[in-house]
């Protein structure tokens, strides 16, 4: 079975800074994408960075120039790190897994989720 475990989540200062990691375990075909995606209160989930194993990253428009996705694929671990945190990035944070399996199945797996308050 696939798991994702996320951590660094947290409560920080507007203009301040944290580093989200998710680390996959399980049985992961090489070539996957792995993000992040977030979800705040009465909003819909959206996307806020990805990275395939192999190419570069999409950013959305909202944090781009601000965070940076990062991957060790040799861990199977993916990072985002948010710098200049606004209160409009407050959220809950998921981590993003998806491959195509052995049998040609495109499966997509979530980390349990972490908050992110920005707040004064």
């Known amino acids: 079975q696939v798991q994702l475990v996320e951590s660094g989540g947290g409560l920080v200062q507007p203009g301040g800074s944290l580093r989200l990691s998710c680390a996959a375990s399980?049985?992961?075909?090489?070539?996957?994408?792995m993000g992040w995606y977030r979800q705040a209160p009465g909003k819909q989930r959206e996307l806020v960075a990805a990275?395939?194993?192999?190419?570069?990253?999409n950013y959305a428009d909202s944090v781009k120039g601000r965070f940076t996705i990062s991957r060790d694929n040799a861990k199977n671990t993916v990072y985002l790190q948010m710098n200049s945190l606004k209160p409009e990035d407050t959220a809950v944070y998921y981590c993003?897994?998806?491959?195509?399996?052995?049998?040609?199945?495109?499966?997509?797996?979530w980390g349990q989720g972490t908050q992110v308050t920005v707040s004064s």
């Open positions: 993003n897994l998806g491959f195509a399996n052995w049998n040609g199945r495109w499966s997509e797996y």
């Open positions: 399980g049985s992961i075909f090489s070539i996957n994408v």
């Open positions: 990275r395939p194993s192999g190419g570069n990253a």
